[in-house]
């Protein structure tokens, strides 16, 4: 009696380890996806496209309709943003190469701080003024656990906290 192969040995010996090949490499590509979806999450760092709102000076509350922000760019070193009526521009050195992590502090060195020189209203260029004096004087930049919250202080006193945009 003759034998004769049959389908499901076929299946067996050659379409079921081709269909585990595709499985496994469709699963694997599903978890490097899922992985790169977590990593490119829109968590808040020092990048150059967060812009940081000033919600709070010298322990005081600012208006939400204040325009003072705070925008860094790491690969430049330098920072800039709106003071009221004016714009500003700064130089700034943290104490390790890299962004400071989700809930840590660093040490941060603000120099060279320039602004252009618009005129307006008293009260608005006397908070221009603080402003750009506490940030001047800033020495630690701590990142809220969450991310979402950047303050500036010197020697363990809160100056500056600022919001993500």
């Not at 049959?6 to 599903?30: K, M, N």
């Not at 977590?38 to 309709?65: F, I, Y």
């Not at 050195?93 to 809930?103: A, D, M």
Request: hydrophobic share 35%.
């Amino acid at each position: 009696m003759k034998k004769h192969k049959t389908y499901p040995s076929i299946l067996t010996s050659c379409l079921l380890p081709l269909t585990f090949s595709i499985l496994l490499a469709a699963c694997s590509s599903f978890g490097h996806s899922a992985t790169q979806t977590l990593s490119h999450s829109p968590l808040p760092t020092l990048d150059k496209e967060a812009v940081w709102q000033l919600v709070e000076m010298s322990g005081r509350p600012v208006p939400q309709s204040s325009s003072i922000t705070l925008l860094f760019n790491p690969e430049a070193g330098t920072l800039r943003g709106q003071s009221t009526c004016n714009t500003f521009s700064a130089d700034y050195q943290l104490s390790h190469s890299s962004e400071p992590s989700l809930g840590s502090t660093a040490t941060i060195k603000i120099k060279n701080l320039s602004h252009s020189d618009i005129q307006c209203a008293e009260a608005q260029m006397n908070s221009e003024q603080r402003y750009l004096s506490l940030l001047s004087r800033a020495n630690q930049l701590s990142l809220s656990p969450d991310g979402w919250t950047l303050t500036l202080s010197s020697r363990g006193r809160t100056l500056l906290v600022f919001s993500l945009q």
